[in-house]
């Protein structure tokens, strides 16, 4: 019980596990229009959940925008599939918006 509420504790105090353990695989880049993809899903166990970023060049910055997912995939292959395509919807459905607040770094 006691390792069990530990556990809950370090999630969301940022313990537990090294960012190294916790990362997954990561896919080449992907261009989409104007903005680049990074698949990156995190390792969850023997599973691997949806994660990247989407960034794009605004004059001299670069803007990014970070996303999670509940997904789980039980094939890192899949995760990197699927993160793209995700990614891909989130630049469809936001446009110009996505970026518009000129926001170095935010989630979405």
Do not use: W
Not at 28 to 36: F, K, N, S, V, W
Not at 45 to 68: P, S, T
Not at 77 to 104: M, N, P, W, Y
């Amino acid at each position: 019980m006691a390792s069990f509420i530990s556990n809950i504790f370090s999630m969301f105090s940022g313990g537990g596990k090294p960012a190294s353990e916790a990362a997954g695989p990561s896919g080449e880049p992907q261009l989409y229009g104007d903005c680049t993809i990074y698949a990156e899903p995190r390792k969850e166990g023997g599973q691997y959940r949806l994660a990247g970023r989407i960034e794009k060049k605004v004059g001299d910055e670069v803007l990014v925008r970070n996303f999670i997912r509940a997904d789980l995939f039980s094939s890192s292959d899949d995760a990197l599939e699927c993160t793209v395509r995700k990614a891909q919807q989130i630049i469809d459905q936001h446009g110009s918006s996505l970026f518009g607040d000129g926001e170095k770094l935010r989630q979405v």
